[in-house]
């Protein structure tokens, strides 16, 4: 959808778009995708890169030897329903929501896999991350979807406030609301959690927890000592063996 109102006879944005929604409710769905597409080229507003940015670096990828162009775009239009990426797999009109971050994550490795891994080191072509290891909390997505509220409230969006469907009792959202409202820092809420989880005999929540302090702070050895002694007690031997192998290193 156009961010901005403003249009000229050679540039209307909010006709192309209309046009798009025409031809997708005729179940038209490719040429739905050009002129949604064109729509965010006229679009006035422009927070959006323009197609001529792709072009000159698909030109790049042709022209040069040893560069490779990794097309999020294809990836994206793949994996949309009807081929036209939408708000399953962005959070706004930019930013990619937590499955839209994880195909690229995918499609990077994909790339990299094609033209630098030996076939030796190649791992399997149906690589996939397992949700359940991937290094996201409920505090994550509950901190993100408030940011993401109060951003989608102010301009160019202008929406209205609506309530985020979380239960508002969990330890894990009052964790999130005082950090949104800045009444702790990131390294406070993430030290409430664990503590929270130890207590509540979750290692499966506090071992994630604590694999993001790891990521984030990778020379303070205690948090990879604690990752490996949570990957024991959770009966992951190859987990804590790496953990414990961290923490060995200088």
């Known amino acids: 959808m156009p961010l901005s109102k403003d249009s000229s006879p050679l540039y209307n944005a909010q006709e192309e778009y209309a046009l798009g929604k025409q031809a997708y409710d005729l179940g038209l769905h490719a040429e739905a995708l050009q002129h949604y597409m064109q729509a965010k080229?006229?679009?006035q507003l422009r927070f959006r890169a323009p197609e001529a940015f792709n072009q000159i670096i698909r030109k790049y990828g042709d022209e040069l030897d040893n560069v490779y162009v990794v097309d999020i775009l294809k990836k994206f239009t793949s994996?949309?329903?009807n081929g036209i990426p939408g708000s399953e797999l962005l959070l706004e009109h930019v930013h990619p929501n937590l499955t839209g971050q994880r195909l690229i994550a995918e499609t990077f490795y994909e790339a990299l896999s094609?033209?630098?891994f030996t076939p030796g080191n190649r791992q399997p072509s149906g690589y996939n991350i397992n949700l359940k290891e991937y290094p996201a909390t409920a505090f994550d997505s509950i901190y993100g979807d408030m940011v993401i509220a109060r951003l989608k409230q102010q301009w160019p969006f202008n929406e209205a406030p609506h309530e985020l469907n979380y239960d508002k009792e969990s330890f894990e959202y009052k964790t999130a609301e005082l950090f949104f409202y800045?009444?702790?820092n990131w390294g406070q809420a993430?030290?409430?959690l664990n503590n929270h989880y130890i207590i509540s005999k979750d290692n499966a929540n506090a071992l994630r927890i604590v694999e993001q302090m790891c990521l984030e702070l990778p020379h303070e050895k205690v948090f990879q000592k604690q990752a490996g002694s949570l990957s024991i007690q959770l009966k992951e031997k190859e987990k804590a063996a790496f953990y414990f192998k961290q923490a060995e290193k200088p």
């Open 190 to 192: 993430m030290q409430r």
């Open 182 to 184: 800045q009444k702790i």
């Open 114 to 116: 094609d033209h630098f």
């Open 79 to 81: 994996n949309s329903p």
């Open 41 to 43: 080229e006229y679009d």
